[in-house]
């Protein structure tokens, strides 16, 4: 009896033993999960990357693209890199895309995950289109906005003045100077980090984020009046008025009614 009550007591306290294991080993797994998703969103990956779920998906790991690169700016996520383990990604402050006419690292992805259409003007690839983010300035710590001349960012863009430009501006403080400020056009911008490379400020004052990181969203509720491709979306839209004590009266006649005071 005795040898039995010690036996169960043995098995409680593996098993209690076993459920703290799998407990802390879920813990830590889920963990590095959650430090990888949040990761991924502000990763960087080659030119003609898919979308970010999709790349996740559809990337099989190869690294291909990586072997493809001629100047090592790509690297494939390693353990302890807390990004989506084996797929490429790249940081522009160590290695910037150097903007291959060619764009070795697209053609030879097996997948799609890569995809060479969305790099291509005129059935020819054409870098120049590439999305794989866009610069951001920080002007509380670009040295051009305090006054101090620097055009490093603007000199290293491949695309010179369309992704970036320089703006002059009066300096108000000292009355007798410009100010020669980056402004960055995400129309044109790539992504590529060469600006981000050039940074002369100890910690980038310029830098690449993820389109849909770096950028606001409008909505359905505005359009550009002056840009027939997004009138384009006012073709199956359908009017909703709306009918206040003040809308009876036109503009004018409520206006000089009073009626529009708001105080």
């Known amino acids: 009896m005795k040898n039995k009550t010690t036996s169960d007591r043995r098995k409680f306290i593996l098993n209690m033993a076993r459920s703290a294991g799998i407990a802390a080993l879920g813990g830590f797994v889920w ?5 990888e998703v949040t ?15 999709e790349f996740l998906k559809t ?8 072997e493809a690169c001629p100047y090592d700016t790509l690297s494939l996520a390693k353990p302890g890199d807390h990004k989506p383990l084996g797929t490429p990604y790249f940081i522009p402050r160590e290695i910037p895309c150097y903007m291959c006419p060619d764009i070795p690292c697209v053609p030879v ?3 799609g995950a890569l ?16 999305d794989m983010g866009l610069a951001v300035i920080d002007r509380e710590t670009c040295i051009a ?11 290293a863009c491949p695309i010179l003045g369309e992704a970036i430009t320089v703006e002059y501006q009066r300096n108000e403080r000292t009355g007798k100077h410009a100010y020669l400020s980056p402004v960055v056009h995400a129309d044109a911008c790539t992504g590529c980090g060469l600006c ?11 830098f690449v984020l993820p389109r849909e990181v770096a950028m606001g969203k409008a909505g359905n ?10 009138e384009k979306r006012l073709e199956n839209a359908k009017e909703i008025k709306t009918t206040t004590d003040i809308s009876k009266d036109s503009a004018v006649n409520s206006l000089n009614s009073g009626k529009g005071d708001l105080y």
């Open 31 to 35: 963990s590095a999960y959650v430090d």
């Open 39 to 53: 990761a991924s969103q502000l990763l960087l990956r080659p030119p003609g990357a898919i979308k970010e779920n």
């Open 59 to 66: 990337c099989i790991k190869c690294g291909l693209c990586v």
């Open 109 to 111: 992805c097996p997948t």
């Open 115 to 130: 995809d060479e259409s969305s790099v291509t003007t005129n059935g020819v690839l054409d870098i120049n289109v590439a």
């Open 145 to 155: 906005f305090w006054g101090i001349q620097c055009d490093a960012c603007y000199r």
């Open 196 to 206: 981000e490379k050039a940074c002369v400020t100890e910690k980038a004052s310029i």
């Open 221 to 230: 509720y505005y359009i550009k009046g002056w840009d027939k491709n997004d």
